[in-house]
């Protein structure tokens, strides 16, 4: 059974940065394909990256500020955000897409994320 938990949000100015983590249990990192969502209020969720063996990807606004990284050993995925903007306040969700086995994307809880001075 897959199992996502998040951590590491919070209240940061504008130009910090944050670590996002997510503890991935019943995910095979070598196979499966991570990813780190962002929905803000009254906008729709929407892809910051994702990462598996083949691809790491961002979206625009995240190129260059963001980094999706994965520690096997801990079958932890991370996001390294820097230059934080307001805009990017939202809540942060990790994802793991599975097309193997149990099929479908599974998501953890979230964790707010909010860039204000």
């Known amino acids: 059974q897959v199992q996502l938990v998040e951590s590491g949000g919070g209240l940061v100015q504008p130009g910090g940065s944050l670590r996002l983590s997510c503890a991935a249990s019943?995910?095979?990192?070598?196979?499966?394909?991570m990813g780190w969502y962002r929905q803000a209020p009254g906008k729709q969720r929407e892809l910051v990256a994702m990462i598996n063996d083949e691809h790491t990807n961002y979206a625009d606004f995240g190129e260059g500020r963001f980094t999706i990284s994965r520690d096997s050993a801990k079958n932890t995925v991370y996001l390294q955000m820097n230059s934080l903007k307001p805009e990017d306040t939202a809540v942060y969700y990790c994802?793991?897409?599975?097309?193997?086995?149990?099929?479908?994307?599974?998501w953890g809880q979230g964790t707010q994320v909010t860039v204000s001075a």
């Open positions: 019943g995910v095979i990192l070598s196979v499966d394909t």
């Open positions: 994802n793991c897409r599975r097309v193997w086995g149990e099929r479908g994307d599974y």
